[in-house]
């Protein structure tokens, strides 16, 4: 007999349990011991359900006996469940909910299977607020467990919110600003309620000019905020309030083409209550001569405009303005005769009319520039505009220059300082020459020259016709006429021309005052019609080289090839570049071996008064250095007059006298012209030493006393020199008789008391020295001299000298002249080329003026040289000059 059924509980956390199953109840017929045994056997696991366990018996004799039991294993226990923690969300874009999916952290069941799961809130969508949610777990034994947690939706999503279109209003009329109704905004939310929509500025605001910005807003339920803006243009459309002024009329400023005038509109005003910005098509407040339309145009700051115009006439009343000189004075040298002086006049006269217009009339009687040939002549000028305004003014031209044609015995004088600024000369007329007639005979005039200190007196012979040798004029140092020894040149005949008649006589440089004395004698073999003399000053006569070649060398100087002028102690100095190209220091005269011997001075005859001349090697050109000496004849001499009439050496060079007998010097050393009379000795001795100078060395006339007379007056250099003259040695109140050299070897004894006026005046021969002459390069010089210069020359000289070059030109450059022009049978003429003839001919010199220099029209000039049997003078030295 099986027991009863069991009903067994799973163990906790299992899904069966140990059934301990109780014994089942025994019986054989043959009382044997039984064994029952179970399937399953022992204490069997069993899951929950119903199990059925078999009891089995048999007996020894093998009959087998069965029965069954029902084991029930039930599941008791509760499913495992734990809900899951707080859920917080946010609701889903635009919905009003939030979608949630979740499961419980934990769910099992001690059966092994999932218990089955629900929830009160189906789904996975969630309500804006909280929901409690509770899960029950039910497992396969109908055993149910529950839990719960809250599902929390939140709305943070702003509700949406549109704004109408940006609106542009105009402002109402007059005002600056208009009443705006707003238009409604469109709001949403996706919470779905019902939203109210605000805006600042609230209600209907009133705006004024400009954009405006107005804000838009809305809150949800949740607290969400939402806005938007737009923009409210409010425009000023309105133009401004312009009322011009009414037309104006002016007269033009003083001076000006123009009218100076402010104006202002009569009305400017706009609804925006600014003040308009006010412009003008003519900007400024001047205005041209004529109508001018101005328009005014006023424009807000909404850019609105009005415009309206009128016009503004300037008129011109003003005549022109003149500048007229007061007068205008006019120094000139163009002298006219009769006597008048006259000359080109300019000015300036300044017109300047205030209207900027061309001038109708702008004339003079007279036009700047004119030729005026009488001495005042009234202008005047005249000028009209274009608006017919009429100006005139007038002024004196005055042609003015210096003139003296004063002769009076006593003196005038002439101070050339009168010049300065003035860029003219001063005149000096002989007698009658402005009126073109013949100076009066015995004419006696006297003139005193005065310039600024430290200036030299540059003398233009503009015209010169007097009797050669009668009617002469002296020109001498300082202002004292009376001094005759003072007297520097003497000139008479006629000036010196080219072969064309083209007046071509040296400008003369003295000191800073000079006095001249003019006389005539009281016969004329034909009509002279005197001197015409231009004075004015300069200061430095180097400055007058290289157009006036000599004058530099004059004025102790050397010329250089660029025009330039250094002192003459430069010259073969042994320092190079004093010149620019060193021709200073080339050509230097060559060194003599040795000392030269003793030289003679002898003189010409035995008796009668009478001179010898001394000269350095190579006088007038540049001295060799060498030592040189000449023994004085002492013959017949009672004292000796040494008489300097020309020096030029070198700063270490000597010249002096000595005794013969002694060698004991009897002068200083001489540096300068002089006078000298010795009568300490009639043995003497001119001595020359020196050093390496390079200089034209000098000139001495030696002339002695003869014994057994004392009427010998002294007479130094300026007679025979200054004066072109010839010393008789006797005269009257201290003075010795100074004859003009027309006298000199004329036939006629004039020197009645030592006849010396007709000595030496022929020789059986004569030499005419170096006949063909060739210079080197540019900067070659040559001096050529007449014969026995500086002594007179001979009668009956004929010397011809060619010169060439293997420079361009040939400049002829004359120091010193002494022709007679008593005969046309002494002269010098001067030719281009190598042959000479009258074709050929530039030039042909008598008398005592200087001519300008000559320049050859190739490399090769040609001199010819003649005097006749009668009258003799010093002749010529003219230096030569070869040019590029």
């Known amino acids: 007999m099986c027991p009863d059924d069991l009903i067994r509980y799973t163990d906790v956390g299992r899904a069966n349990t140990t059934v301990t199953l109780p014994a089942a109840t025994t019986s054989d017929n043959s009382v044997t011991s039984l064994t029952v045994t179970t399937n399953p056997s022992g204490s069997p696991v069993l899951g929950i359900g119903n199990h059925t366990v078999t009891y089995t018996v048999t007996d020894d004799s093998g009959n087998p006996a069965s029965c069954n039991i029902t084991v029930t294993i039930r599941d008791e226990e509760r499913p495992n469940l734990i809900c899951p923690a707080n859920i917080t969300r946010h609701t889903d874009e635009g919905q009003s909910f939030a979608t949630e999916t979740y499961s419980p952290l934990v769910l099992s069941d001690n059966d092994g299977n999932m218990p089955n799961l629900t929830s009160d809130h189906p789904g996975n969508t969630f309500s804006i607020g909280e929901t409690i949610v509770t899960l029950t777990a039910r497992d396969l034994s109908g055993n149910e467990i529950n839990c719960s947690f809250s599902i929390i939706v939140e709305d943070n999503e702003d509700p949406r919110l549109m704004c109408p279109d940006d609106l542009i209003r105009n402002t109402d009329v007059g005002q600056a600003n208009t009443t705006v109704i707003l238009p409604a905004a469109t709001a949403s939310d996706n919470s779905m309620t019902s939203l109210t929509v605000t805006t600042n500025p609230s209600g209907s605001p009133v705006l004024g000019i400009g954009n405006h910005t107005v804000t838009y807003t809305v809150t949800d339920d949740s607290g969400n905020p939402a806005s938007c803006n737009i923009t409210v243009t409010v425009r000023d459309k309105e133009p401004p309030n312009l009322m011009c002024p009414a037309n104006i009329t002016r007269q033009t400023d003083t001076d000006q083409s123009f009218a100076t005038e402010t104006y202002s509109p009569l009305v400017l005003s706009d609804n925006d209550g600014n003040m308009p910005n006010l412009t003008s098509d003519h900007p400024g407040n001047t205005f041209a ?104 003014c007038s002024f004196c031209v005055i042609i003015m220059g210096f003139v003296n044609t004063i002769c ?85 005949g006629k000036l010196v021309e080219l072969v064309n008649g083209t007046h071509h006589t040296k400008d003369r440089v003295y000191g800073n005052a000079i006095w001249l004395h003019f006389v005539s004698d009281q016969t004329f073999v034909q009509k002279f019609f005197g001197f015409w003399l231009q004075f004015d000053y300069i200061s430095d006569p180097r400055s007058l080289y290289p157009a006036s070649h000599s004058f530099c060398s004059e004025f102790d100087g050397f010329p250089c090839l660029d025009g330039s002028c250094v002192n003459i102690s430069k010259r073969c100095d042994g ?310």
């Not at 004339?363 to 030729?371: A, L, N, R, V």
């Not at 004292?480 to 003072?486: G, K, M, P, S």
């Not at 006088?619 to 002492?634: F, K, L, Q, V």
């Open 575 to 884: 320092v190079a570049n004093d010149c620019p190209s060193n021709e200073d220091e080339t050509d230097c005269p060559q060194v003599c071996s040795g000392s030269l011997p003793p030289q003679s001075a002898n003189f010409t005859a035995d008796n009668g008064v009478y001179y010898t001349d001394i000269v350095s090697d190579n006088y007038p050109g540049e001295y060799r250095p060498c030592n040189m000496r000449w023994n004085i004849d002492s013959n017949f001499v009672q004292s000796v007059r040494i008489v300097v009439m020309d020096i030029q050496i070198g700063a270490q060079d000597r010249l002096y006298i000595v005794d013969q007998g002694t060698g004991n010097a009897v002068t200083s050393d001489i540096d300068s012209l002089v006078s000298l009379h010795i009568t300490s000795s009639t043995s003497l001795a001119v001595i020359f030493e020196s050093s390496g100078g390079a200089q034209h060395g000098f000139w001495i006339r030696v002339w002695r006393y003869i014994p057994g007379r004392n009427d010998f007056l002294d007479f130094p250099a300026y007679c025979e020199k200054a004066l072109h003259g010839v010393l008789c040695g006797t005269g009257t109140s201290g003075i010795a008789t100074c004859f003009p050299d027309t006298e000199r070897c004329d036939g006629d004894t004039d020197c009645l008391t030592f006849n010396n006026d007709e000595r030496d005046c022929q020789a059986a021969s004569y030499d005419c020295g170096n006949t063909t002459i060739s210079l080197g390069n540019q900067g070659s010089m040559y001096h050529l001299t007449s014969v026995n210069y500086p002594a007179d020359f001979l009668y009956g000289i004929s010397c011809r000298y060619f010169v060439t070059t293997t420079a361009a030109r040939i400049l002829a450059s004359f120091r010193d002249v002494e022709i007679p022009a008593t005969t046309s049978n002494d002269y010098l003429r001067i030719g281009n080329g190598d042959t000479v003839s009258d074709a050929t001919e530039i030039l042909r010199v008598t008398g005592v003026f200087l001519p300008q220099d000559v320049v050859s029209e190739g490399n090769r000039l040609w001199f010819e040289f003649i005097s006749d049997s009668s009258v003799n003078s010093r002749g010529f030295w003219i230096v030569l000059v070869a040019q590029g």
């Open 289 to 392: 001569i004529g109508e001018t339309i101005v328009t005014l145009t006023a424009r807000d700051l909404s850019g609105n405009e009005i415009n309206c115009s009128f016009s503004i006439t300037v008129e011109d009343s003003q005549p022109p303005a003149l500048e007229c000189p007061s007068e205008v004075i006019v120094y000139t040298d163009q002298l006219v005769f009769p006597l008048q002086f006259s000359g080109y006049a300019s000015w300036t006269i300044n017109v300047t009319d205030n209207s900027q217009m061309p001038l109708l009339r702008n004339e003079s009687t007279h036009q700047s520039g004119s030729f005026f040939n009488t001495s005042i002549t009234n202008v005047t000028h005249t000028v009209v505009d274009a608006y017919n305004n009429v100006n005139q």
């Open 408 to 492: 009076n015995p006593s003196g005038s004088d002439l101070d050339l300082s009168e010049l300065a600024g003035r860029g003219v000369r001063y005149h000096l007329l002989s007698p009658n020459f402005n009126i073109s007639e013949t100076y009066p005979s015995n004419s006696d005039c006297t003139w005193r020259i005065s310039a600024p200190a430290g200036t030299h007196i540059r003398v233009r012979f503009e015209a010169f016709d007097t009797e050669f040798g009668k009617d002469v004029l002296t020109l001498g140092n300082g202002l004292d006429f009376a001094l005759i020894n003072t007297s520097l040149a003497r000139y008479s």
